[in-house]
């Protein structure tokens, strides 16, 4: 079992800044992936940036693309996501998602970003 525990959300304006930070603890071993999602009011919980354990390759959606960046410390066990120039459309709840080799996803509970304008 994987267990993820999200913080680093906040209330900031528009343009301003944010680092959240995803703690693994458990199997750690079996995580192959980490990703940040999101989910504004109403809608669809969505995939906004990606990174491989191994390897460490990432990717991102493209309403955040140049403006977020996913990082990791593999000896901390911890995903990062640095959030630049933030925008009103980037409010939601932030949730962390490890990969598992048991093909099983593991969630975290979420941290609150809002951006006003």
């Known amino acids: 079992q994987v267990q993820l525990e999200e913080s680093g959300g906040g209330l900031v304006q528009a343009g301003g800044s944010l680092r959240l930070s995803c703690a693994a603890s458990?199997?750690?071993?079996?995580?192959?992936?980490m990703s940040w999602y999101r989910q504004a009011p109403g809608k669809q919980r969505e995939l906004v940036a990606h990174i491989f354990t191994v390897g460490g390759s990432t990717s991102y959606a493209d309403s955040v693309k140049g403006r977020f960046t996913i990082s990791r410390d593999n000896a901390k066990n911890t995903v990062y996501l640095q959030m630049s120039s933030l925008r009103p459309e980037d409010t939601g709840v932030y949730y962390c998602?490890?990969?598992?080799?048991?093909?099983?996803?593991?969630w975290g509970q979420g941290t609150q970003v809002t951006v006003t304008a």
């Open positions: 998602r490890a990969s598992s080799t048991d093909r099983r996803p593991y």
């Open positions: 458990g199997s750690i071993s079996s995580i192959s992936a």
